[in-house]
């Protein structure tokens, strides 16, 4: 099956600033995949500095502008892969994404890597479209 790139151009500028040769986001049949979505600004596609709360807030932003910009939302992830620079980020995590997704969570899975030069988490998803 043929996938289609889909660009988003403060989300694609974005993440090529930091080097990273990935799209967005890609549609496969009725699916999306996004990139793993890093604390990005979206009036300026800066990197998002702060503690772990806003940088996870400035994720899932990210996440759900480009979910939208593919005719989904939030509402319809069924699968997450966050990336976290220290397992004891995991409490401030938790407390945030129960306010993006408050009824019904997708499966998750929640992986520390080594750090990363410019932010502490990332998060990519896989939904349907509406």
Known sequence: MKHEVI?????SEAIRKLG???SALTRVGGLIYTCGM?????KTGDIVKGDIAVQARASL???SFTLRHAGTSLDNVFKS????TDNNFAADLNAIYREYFPSSFPARSCVAVKPWAHFDIEIECIA???
């Open 38 to 42: 890093p604390p990005i600004d979206l």
């Open 81 to 84: 892969l966050v990336f976290l």
């Open 7 to 11: 660009e988003i151009p403060v989300i």
């Open 61 to 63: 932003d990210a996440l």
């Open 20 to 22: 990273a040769p990935t």
């Open 128 to 130: 349907t479209i509406d």
